[in-house]
């Protein structure tokens, strides 16, 4: 299938453009994007020009900041294509809800992606956690974003979500693994005083069976980031680490190796090459959910400000 490929930055260059080209599924059949391009593809600056002058592409990723995102989610959609997001997949819920609406109304699939959920070990946590009752969850993600997001203004910008773009990975691998549902009762949010949004925060959750769940975000750790899930449980002690690909449970790493595709982008191409295929919308909103709790429970603590 022909796809086209929107907002051609930091992501789309790191990871999009690979697993597309990799894939067995898609072909790169152009990219929309004001400043960026990829070699030897056709580039498009106008996205109405592209739909309107490509009705053979049936199919759209888009990896814009999620702001400018839901125009053209909205366009894409009436224009009878089929649609994937980068993570988060919009700026609020209620924008999503109605993206969610317009791609049923059009009969034309939507897939919200959270690409930590296709790394290597979040499969075997799940199924750990499955069978084994929880005592205690502790989230820890900390990067320096000026490695991580070098220049890139908007994540401090409304509805760039500070250190939630990157937190919100985290909680999309807990609500993916967690057999039973959480939901926020504190936060404590530390916003730079030039900046927008927060570029730390402290969560607590409350979970039916009484563990204890947290999760602590920092985005001016320096040197080796941490993304870590660490629980105890009654079952034992489970370590995910690396983002979701290094597990150790009782100190162990799990015997059998994952099988089928290697990598996060392109399980995500390969879960939308079959979701166009079958017709259908995937957008699960829990891992957003939890980042706009934080927004309406959260305390606002003010802190240094942050320049690049
Ligand atoms: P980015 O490089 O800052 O932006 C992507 C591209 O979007 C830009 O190069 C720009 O291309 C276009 N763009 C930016 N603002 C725009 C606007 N207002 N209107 C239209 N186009 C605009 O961001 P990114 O790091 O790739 O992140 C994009 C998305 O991917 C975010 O939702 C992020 O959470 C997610 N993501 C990022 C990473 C990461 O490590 N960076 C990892 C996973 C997921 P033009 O100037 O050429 O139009």
Redo the contacts with the bound molecule.
């Keep these: 299938m022909e796809i086209a490929l929107v ?6 260059v ?2 999009h453009v690979p697993a597309i080209n990799a894939s067995p599924d898609w072909e790169l059949a152009a990219t929309v ?4 391009s990829v070699p030897g593809v056709p580039a498009y600056t106008d996205f109405t020009a592209l739909l309107a002058e490509r009705p053979e592409i049936r199919v759209i990723s888009l ?6 995102r839901y125009a053209y989610v909205a366009e894409a959609i009436r224009a009878g294509r089929h649609v994937m997001l ?3 997949p919009g700026a609020t819920l209620s924008e999503c809800h109605a993206l969610e609406a317009l791609a049923t109304k059009h009969r034309v699939s939507l897939y919200a992606t959270w ?1 930590s959920r296709q790394a290597e070990q979040v499969a075997a946590a799940k199924a750990f956690l499955a069978a084994a009752p929880l005592k205690r969850l502790e989230v820890r993600w900390r990067e320096d974003v000026r490695y ?2 070098p220049g ?1 203004d ?1 994540i401090f910008e409304p509805g760039g979500m500070g250190v939630f ?1 990157p937190g919100i990975n985290a909680l999309s691998i807990v609500t993916e693994i967690l057999p039973d549902p959480i939901h926020l009762t504190g936060a404590e949010l530390g916003c730079p005083e030039n900046k927008q949004t927060p570029i730390a925060a402290e969560m607590d959750f409350f979970h039916p069976q009484g563990a204890k769940v947290s999760a602590h975000f920092d985005w001016l750790a320096q040197g080796t980031p941490e993304w870590t899930i660490e629980a105890e449980t009654e079952a034992g002690h489970m370590l995910l680490e690396n983002g979701g690909a290094k597990l150790t449970i009782n100190g162990a790493a799990p015997e059998s190796a994952p099988a089928g595709l290697t990598g996060e982008y392109p399980r995500l191409y390969a879960q939308m090459a079959e979701l166009v295929q079958a017709g259908g919308i995937d957008m699960d909103l829990a891992p957003m959910r939890h980042v706009a709790d934080a927004f309406t429970l959260g305390r606002r603590v003010s802190v240094a400000p942050f320049h690049w």
């Design positions: 907002g051609i930055g930091k992501i789309a790191d990871q994007s004001r400043n960026g990896c814009l900041p999620p702001v400018p980068e993570k988060p690409h991580w997001h890139q908007w773009d």
